[in-house]
């Protein structure tokens, strides 16, 4: 059987802000109202989903096992996109640089922490 992909894609502009279970409920609600035959929910977001839009997509796949959804999450984002680097190139895109060590930095107060960063 092969999947035709609704992909929907949640952007926030503050990159702490996880994707609330509202949010997931309105991608939930148009997926379930616009579904024809062997449609998927393919969900992307820039950050991550928060524990109870996590638990609303359990409650949801329980409860519609008929339904494909996927999910990717910032990480799994740039996963993916880093083993397929011709599409960065391609598309024009980079994926984000973080700074780990400023923000290890502020584990300072909590006292001496060593940290092992693997790359």
């Known amino acids: 059987m092969q999947v035709c992909w609704q992909v929907r894609y949640r952007f926030h502009s503050h990159p702490q802000e996880d994707v609330a279970q509202e949010e997931i409920s309105e991608e939930l609600d148009w997926y379930n109202t616009r579904r024809k035959g062997d449609e998927g929910l393919f969900l992307i977001t820039d950050t991550d ?71």
Do not use: C
Not at 89 to 117: A, C, N, Q, W
């Open 49 to 119: 989903y928060s524990e109870s839009a996590k638990t609303a997509i359990e409650k949801y796949i329980t409860l519609h096992q008929d339904m494909k959804i996927t999910l990717w999450n910032q990480h799994q984002l740039i996963a993916r996109l880093a083993r397929h680097s011709h599409l960065l190139h391609r598309y024009g895109l980079s994926i984000p640089k973080f700074d780990f060590f400023s923000i290890f930095s502020m584990l300072e107060k909590f006292g001496s922490v060593r940290t092992l960063v693997y790359f």
